[in-house]
């Protein structure tokens, strides 16, 4: 079965500095997907990235940049030089080709003062 | 506008009553799901169609329903409404429905059930 855990419930830092989110996942499969989905206080689910498990390479979007270590099982996200507009809560979320549903995390609550 | 909708955006209701949530994927996307987000449970996954047959069922409640319709929209049916199915209720669709497809949420539905 699929699991995502995201064990940081809430994040709060003053803008500026960078923030951390960790998501570890369990499968059994050797072909999966993981993602991150962004939800702001509009309630809106908004999808950041998605990674196939054969492509290990961390990849960088503007100040977002995502860290995908199989060994760990790990699939983190980071927020350089955060700004207030990041607060939200983010989603990490895995998904396979035999299980067609996408499981979610219990998501991180990023605050970011100003 | 994420180019799924769902409406209505906001229902109260009565325990005991019957609503129906509405449906309409993204064009061009075969592939529906249904997710159920609340604060104790966070986001679960209900259901999902693809080009209106069922494809996955996750924990539905059997009070709960879904279909999809031959032009693609799809409803949830919740009945013998109770306090606890308070929620938000959220619609997704994808081209394939396969584990490698990026889900497009609509802004979600919510339930308030008095």
């Known amino acids: 079965a699929q699991k995502v855990t995201q064990a940081q419930t809430e994040i709060s830092v003053v803008e500026k500095e960078d923030v951390t989110l960790d998501c570890v996942y369990e499968?059994?499969?050797?072909?999966?997907?993981l993602f991150w989905y962004k939800q702001p206080p509009s309630g809106e689910l908004v999808f950041l990235i998605r990674r196939n498990s054969f492509d290990e390479q961390n990849e960088i979007s503007g100040r977002y940049s995502w860290n995908f270590q199989k060994s760990t099982s790990s699939f983190n996200f980071t927020i350089t030089a955060s700004q207030v507009v990041d607060s939200a809560v983010y989603f990490c979320?895995?998904?396979?080709?035999?299980?067609?549903?996408?499981?979610f995390g219990a998501g991180t609550t990023v605050t970011v003062r100003a | 506008d994420s180019g799924v909708t769902q409406t209505p955006k906001h229902l109260i209701t009565a325990t005991g009553q019957r609503v129906t949530l509405r449906c309409s994927p993204r064009s061009g996307d075969l592939s529906v799901y249904w997710y159920q987000q609340s604060l104790d449970q966070g986001l679960q996954f209900l259901i999902q169609y693809y080009n209106g047959e069922e494809r996955a069922k996750g924990n539905i409640l059997e009070r709960f329903s879904a279909q999809q319709f031959p032009d693609l929209h799809s409803e949830l049916n919740l009945s013998s409404l109770e306090l606890g199915d308070s929620a938000l209720y959220f619609c997704a669709s994808s081209d394939t429905g396969s584990g490698a497809n990026v889900l497009t949420f609509g802004a979600g539905s919510r339930l308030t059930v008095l």
């Open positions: 979320a895995l998904s396979d080709d035999n299980d067609y549903k996408l499981s």
């Open positions: 499968t059994r499969d050797t072909t999966y997907y």
